[in-house]
């Protein structure tokens, strides 16, 4: 029953920003990791930007300085600011959470339906 939204994606022009939003929803008793991925056509799913519960974070190479991952665990959302996007960043965005739903702690990871986002001019 746990589920995750997202939202935000569509059609930008090269150096332009969007910025996606996701949000679990259901039975959550503790969220740990959140991230985001990536997938072209044909292409398998690559990380883009990882937060943890403690606030660190990861980025790919390819979006450094340019994207921005943040998280409010009240609400149960992660959001993913990106800047000074490129063509090569077109892809189908997905969002990843790792949810224990009672107090097992019995985490489990989920994956959003996902969100195109291109970049053309």
């Known amino acids: 029953q746990v589920q995750l939204v997202e939202s935000g994606g569509g059609l930008v022009q090269p150096g332009g920003s969007l910025r996606l939003s996701c949000a679990a929803t259901?039975?959550?008793?503790?969220?740990?990791?959140m991230g985001w991925y990536r997938q072209a056509p044909g292409k398998q799913r690559d990380l883009v930007a990882s937060i943890f519960s403690d606030g660190s974070t990861d980025y790919a190479d390819a979006v450094k300085g340019r994207f921005t991952i943040s998280r409010d665990n009240a609400k149960n959302t992660v959001d993913l600011q990106m800047n000074s996007l490129k063509p090569e960043d077109t892809a189908v965005y997905y969002c990843?959470?790792?949810?224990?739903?009672?107090?097992?702690?019995?985490?489990?990871?989920?994956w959003g339906q996902g969100t195109q986002v291109t970049v053309s001019s």
């Open positions: 259901g039975t959550i008793f503790s969220i740990d990791y």
């Open positions: 990843n959470a790792q949810v224990a739903a009672s107090l097992d702690f019995n985490f489990r990871y989920y």
